[in-house]
């Protein structure tokens, strides 16, 4: 990957858009607003997910001040930004279009497709695929060259990185503005190589895919889940990826054995538990019952 490029190339922004109003995408809108204070607008499949994405925001903006961290007069000017749509046509004057959908090959390639119809031929798209290929994310655009991957980490809020993904088709202009944007946003960015997993996730995919594994051999997941309490890290395994998300925490580890089988396990335990939704019942004090 490039060292860090040029900032005198960063376009500005002076609207973003958001497609998914999911969870993770609406965290990010909501940092969007504060940060960039420009008017931004969610999209998604239907009505009702754009209404509960905004409706997110807005009570996270009141909950801001709430807590004092801002005051009554800007929670009103930045909830008036964040508008919730399902035309892509509001779209038409971003200059900064970010996605968070289902992660699969084919359902983000054609967003980019669709919204490409309605946006500047050089407005940037971001993607915040988390182990998918950003070339081919790409690969039916127009003008693939303005595609970045802008990878955020769960909870938004408190996690300061951000991957920015240069893609072997990314231009300098891209890469550029997606610094300048991780920089207002506060975070810490680093530039990665268009690789499965990029970098965090494919160490934490071994991570989270050896505890994984070791239930699936024998070991009780309450026994795995603790057995690293007194190594320093924030969170259990089995935490981490109901933090994640059941779903997309296997559908990373997929990701990664297709990439790399003889590295990476599959586990099938982890899709049932997936669709069972949650891994154990917990007590009070949040350890697994029973340990
Ligand atoms: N959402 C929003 N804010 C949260 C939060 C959440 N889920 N959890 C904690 N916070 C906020 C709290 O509100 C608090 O904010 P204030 O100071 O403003 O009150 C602040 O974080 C600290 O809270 P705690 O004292 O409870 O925090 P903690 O010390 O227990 O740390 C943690 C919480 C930061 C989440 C920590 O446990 C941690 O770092 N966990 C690991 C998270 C991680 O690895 N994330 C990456 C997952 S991988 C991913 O997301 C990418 C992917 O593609 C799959």
Redesign the pocket.
């Known amino acids: 990957p490039a060292g860090a490029p040029d900032k005198a190339l960063a376009k500005k922004i002076t609207k973003v858009g958001v497609i998914g109003a999911g969870l993770m995408a609406s965290q990010f809108a909501l940092l969007f607003v504060r940060r960039l204070q420009v008017p931004v607008v969610i999209t998604d499949l239907d009505q009702a997910r754009v209404d509960k994405g905004v409706a997110y925001i807005h009570d996270e903006i009141a909950a801001l001040e709430g807590k004092g961290r801002i005051t009554q007069d800007e929670a009103n000017r930045l909830q008036a930004l964040v508008t919730g749509t399902t035309d892509k046509s509001d779209f038409a004057d971003c200059d900064w279009v970010i996605e968070a959908v289902f992660e699969e090959l084919g359902v983000k390639q054609d967003v980019f497709v669709e919204i490409e119809k309605h946006i500047a031929p050089d407005a940037i798209l971001a993607t915040n695929t988390?182990s998918l290929s950003v070339e081919k994310i790409g690969a039916k655009l127009a003008h693939p060259e303005r595609l970045v991957g802008f990878?955020f980490?769960?909870?938004v809020?408190?996690?300061p990185l951000i991957e920015v993904v240069n893609a072997p088709q990314t231009n300098e202009v891209t890469l550029s503005t997606a610094m300048v944007v991780a920089a207002k946003l506060r975070k810490n960015a680093v530039i990665t190589s268009d690789s499965p997993g990029f970098v965090?996730?494919r160490v934490?995919a071994k991570l989270l895919g050896e505890a994984m594994h070791a239930v699936d051999t024998g070991t009780p997941f309450e026994v795995v889940d603790h057995a690293l309490d007194s190594f320093g890290l924030?969170?259990t395994p089995f935490e981490?990826l109901e933090?994640?998300g059941l779903k997309?925490g296997a559908h990373?580890l997929d990701t990664h054995h297709a990439a790399f089988p003889d590295r990476f396990f599959e586990s099938e335990n982890l899709h049932k538990l997936a669709e069972y939704g949650k891994i154990l019942e917990r007590d009070v004090k949040g350890k697994i019952k029973g340990f």
Request: charged residues 0%; without cysteine.
């Open positions: 988390s990878h980490f769960n909870p809020a408190v996690m965090v996730n934490l924030p969170m981490l933090l994640v997309v990373v």
